[in-house]
């Protein structure tokens, strides 16, 4: 329990990794510490499907690298790029983003929408809320306008393009919840947290909380067997 918490930016940014490991250890406060690694064969910011998938073997490789020094491991791009094949080849808890935070958005049966800066991972997107078994609840995935990169270098306006998606995605969808579907959009989405009355979900909290679940899981299923064996 003394081991951290591996996040892995599958982007190759390392401002945006210094923000989304600021923004995991406050969710995980005191519990674990968060260390984070970057990947170095992406672009900056993953904007395509096709820079996505590619993005897979390296969170892969970055993962089982280090997965012995770990108590679990976060992927944090919004379509958990490599996220199943991790899991098959390392013995820690390994928790997704996408995954999370559509599973925290559906809580109860609500239905959630996707408010994002990337049309070009919207097919992907739906692919991840279908192999959830959770594209009945997914009204829809609203997508801002323009350049993404350009958009993500003004938090201003950022803030307020993903807003009007926001508002979007509750009143024209009838969304329950809206997810900020982006890992680079995590400070964006603490943002509007406090803003609307629906929920809005930041991804990056959702697999903290989803990981520190399993790993204390873990941890007590452990102490039992070792209590049992005598």
Not at 8 to 22: E, F, K, L
Not at 67 to 74: E, K
């Amino acid at each position: 329990m003394t081991r951290h918490i591996l996040l892995i930016n599958p982007n190759s940014s390392q401002a945006t990794s210094a923000m989304m490991q600021a923004i995991a250890q406050r969710a995980a406060d005191d519990a674990l510490a968060v260390t984070v690694v970057t990947a170095s064969r992406s672009p900056a910011m993953i904007v395509t499907e096709e820079a996505l998938q590619a993005s897979a073997a390296e969170v892969v490789e970055i993962g089982t690298r280090h997965a012995a020094d770990c108590a679990g491991i976060v992927v944090s791009a919004f379509g958990d790029p490599g996220l199943d094949d991790l899991r098959r080849r390392v013995d820690i808890p390994v928790s997704g983003i996408c995954e999370a935070s559509m599973r925290a958005a559906a809580q109860g049966g609500r239905s959630f929408g996707v408010a994002t800066t990337t049309p070009l991972l919207a097919d992907a997107i739906a692919a991840r809320a279908a192999a959830l078994g959770l594209t009945e609840r997914l009204t829809g995935i609203r997508c801002t306008a323009g350049d993404p990169l350009a958009l993500s270098s003004d938090k201003a306006a950022l803030t307020l393009a993903l807003g009007e998606m926001v508002e979007a995605c509750i009143a024209a969808d009838g969304a329950e919840a809206v997810i900020i579907g982006g890992g680079p959009l995590g400070e964006a989405a603490g943002a509007l947290q406090a803003r609307y009355a629906t929920p809005v979900i930041s991804p990056i909290p959702c697999a903290i909380a989803a990981l520190l679940e399993q790993i204390d899981t873990r941890h007590a299923a452990s102490m039992a067997l070792a209590a049992a064996r005598g």
